[in-house]
């Protein structure tokens, strides 16, 4: 049977941005992750284990929100290989020349194995 985990909103405190004045103090920013594959009674997907995973991130340095991206991406992707993975991240009000309450970026990956 097929299923899907979905964790919604995952706070991750980090310094993002391209410009030195973004990277002066951490900000937090929300990830979503999705999780679809193969339910097996052997194989269980613990989402407790996937924020400690994140945790990882924690108080790092990322120019943009592709590199956080894909790094989360990969290491999911290494650490669960059965299955499709989405990351979505999302920069709030990003210093732009208009007004913006969100950029949202999201990667997928793996496969049904």
């Not at 990882?56 to 943009?64: C, G, I, L, M, P």
């Amino acid at each position: 049977m097929k299923g899907q985990l979905v964790l919604k909103n995952v706070i991750i405190r980090l310094k993002l941005g391209n410009e030195p004045f973004e990277k002066i103090s951490s900000r937090d920013i929300p990830v979503n992750i999705v999780w679809s594959g193969e339910m097996t009674e052997s194989m269980s997907i613990d989402y407790t284990d996937i924020c400690e995973m994140l945790t990882r991130y924690s108080e790092k340095e990322f120019d943009y929100i592709e590199e956080l991206s894909s790094d989360i991406l990969n290491t999911l992707m290494e650490e669960y290989p059965a299955g499709k993975w989405k990351v979505t991240v999302t920069k709030p009000f990003p210093q732009v020349s208009l007004k913006i309450e969100s950029v949202l970026l999201t990667m997928g990956g793996g496969s049904y194995a």
